[in-house]
T-cell receptor, first 115, second 111 residues
Framework: IAGITQAPTSQILAAGRRMTLRCTQDMRHNAMYWYRQDLGLGLRLIHYSNTAGTTGKGEVPDGYSVSRANTDDFPLTLASAVPSQTSVYFC??????????????FGPGTRLTVL | QKEVEQDPGPLSVPEGAIVSLNCTYSNSAFQYFMWYRQYSRKGPELLMYTYSSGNKEDGRFTAQVDKSSKYISLFIRDSQPSDSATYLCAMRAGANSKLTFGKGITLSVRP
């Protein structure tokens, strides 16, 4: 089934540890995104990639890094996790060439708790 | 002022009610307007999309955009318990520009 997969589904992490959230899409979309969703704050863009080999910073990039080595994968790394990074993380993808409004498709999310 | 403001809710209605969800925005460059629906512990999924001003209907759902007032609405007719979810408005200026989301409103439809 075409779509976006994220791993892990949930994770409890000690502060200071390094963590990589995985995201894979099989729709051959050119653009991919990472959001965090927090109660009362909504969805906020962390990083994005318009095409393989390029990345850009979103609204809340500090403490996070991304890479886009190929079309399908877009991992998000927390180099040294802090409690304020406790959140639900969503990966999304879109194909701007298919639809003018550039619909974003979201993965199921990763619930991360940093203690 | 935030770029996109959405009524915070939560909202609880009886089955069969007409629901009106609203967002206001400040950026006059926004042209693409979307409503995403998010079920509990799931990712958002696109529900409705509208380009520029006007109405768009899809079954029990109607999306309305008033660019002169910078106001968008989603109407749900004959609401069902299966409509219980969080609804997020989203908008962007161009097809490749950043998508800006409202904070979302949680709707509960009581049987």
């Amino acid at each position: 089934i075409a779509g976006i997969t994220q791993a892990p589904t949930s994770q409890i992490l000690a502060a200071g540890r390094r963590m990589t959230l995985r995201c894979t899409q099989d729709m051959r979309h050119n653009a991919m995104y990472w959001y965090r969703q927090d109660l009362g704050l909504g969805l906020r863009l962390i990083h994005y990639s318009n095409t393989a080999g390029t990345t850009g910073k979103g609204e809340v990039p500090d403490g996070y890094s991304v890479s886009r080595a190929n079309t399908d994968d877009f991992p998000l790394t927390l180099a040294s996790a802090v409690p304020s990074q406790t959140s639900v993380y969503f990966c999304a993808s879109s194909d701007a060439y298919k639809r003018s409004y550039n619909e974003q498709f979201f993965g199921p999310g990763t619930r991360l708790t940093v203690l | 002022q935030k770029e996109v403001e959405q009524d915070p809710g939560p909202l609880s209605v009886p089955e069969g009610a007409i629901v009106s969800l609203n967002c206001t925005y400040s950026n006059s460059a926004f042209q693409y307007f979307m409503w995403y629906r998010q079920y509990s512990r799931k990712g958002p999924e696109l529900l409705m999309y509208t380009y520029s001003s006007g109405n768009k209907e899809d079954g029990r759902f109607t999306a309305q955009v008033d660019k002169s007032s910078k106001y968008i609405s989603l109407f749900i007719r004959d609401s069902q318990p299966s409509d219980s979810a969080t609804y997020l408005c989203a908008m962007r200026a161009g097809a490749n520009s950043k998508l800006t989301f409202g904070k979302g409103i949680t709707l509960s439809v009581r049987p």
